[in-house]
């Protein structure tokens, strides 16, 4: 059972611990310092922000991983996201997580557009939104420069129409998001 927990000021030591491990921090496009100081900062700023939103992904009441809707445009319909697994051992699950949030994306916050950019490198990801009906929008060369090196970052979309159309059976993945 999968389900999505109100990120807590309870929660950012292991989201920290989680974020600043190499298998997350490799295709983010910033490196976070390990300093609960800061940690607590951007909690504090985000915790005023209604454009973002993080939840604690929970499988069997287990925190492993942290999903989260970013730069919410009401007005425009829209949004990007970012997730990680920062418990590996639960990384089989993955690729299971994502059809709930597109269906509260676009039946819950009557979304339109949910959008995402991926790092050059992160081959699974690029794979796994196209498998949930994402179109390859762009490539925005060397966009991003990271350990001495330019990347390039992959720009991915789903509207609600198609979703909608060609995504059926994702639609009984369902779950509370608590905003």
Same mark, same amino acid.
């Given at each position: ?12 030591? $292991? =989201?920290?611990? *989680?974020?600043?491990?190499?298998? =997350?921090? $490799?295709?983010?496009?910033?490196? @976070? ?8 900062? *951007? ?11 993080? *939840? ?19 007005? %425009?319909?829209?949004?990007?996201? +970012?997730?990680? &697994? +920062? ?5 089989? &699950?993955?690729?299971? &997580? %994502? ?5 509260? @994306?676009?039946?819950?916050?009557? /979304?339109?557009? @949910?959008?995402?950019? @991926?790092?050059? +490198?992160n081959d699974g990801m690029m794979k796994m939104h196209l498998h ?20 390039? =970052?992959?720009?991915?979309?789903? /509207?609600?129409?198609? *979703? ?7 639609? &009984? ?7």
């Open positions: 059972m999968i389900t999505f927990k109100k990120l807590e000021e309870s929660d950012l030591e $292991q =989201v920290l611990e *989680w974020r600043t491990s190499e298998h =997350v921090t $490799q295709f983010m496009y910033t490196d @976070v310092e390990k300093n609960m100081d800061n940690q607590r900062k *951007w909690f504090e700023k985000i915790a005023k922000d209604d454009t973002q939103y993080y *939840w604690i992904i929970q499988y069997k009441g287990k925190a492993i991983g942290l999903i989260s809707l970013n730069e919410i445009d009401r007005l %425009h319909r829209k949004a990007t996201f +970012g997730y990680y &697994i +920062g418990d590996l051992t639960y990384s089989i &699950i993955a690729g299971r &997580i %994502h059809p709930y949030l597109y269906n509260f @994306v676009f039946n819950d916050l009557q /979304l339109n557009k @949910v959008y995402a950019e @991926v790092m050059e +490198g949930y009906g994402f179109t390859h929008a762009a490539t925005f060369k060397e966009h991003v420069f990271k350990n001495g090196k330019f990347y390039n =970052v992959e720009y991915f979309e789903l /509207l609600s129409s198609t *979703w909608e159309n060609e995504c059926k059976k994702f639609h &009984i993945l369902r779950a509370e998001f608590l905003l």
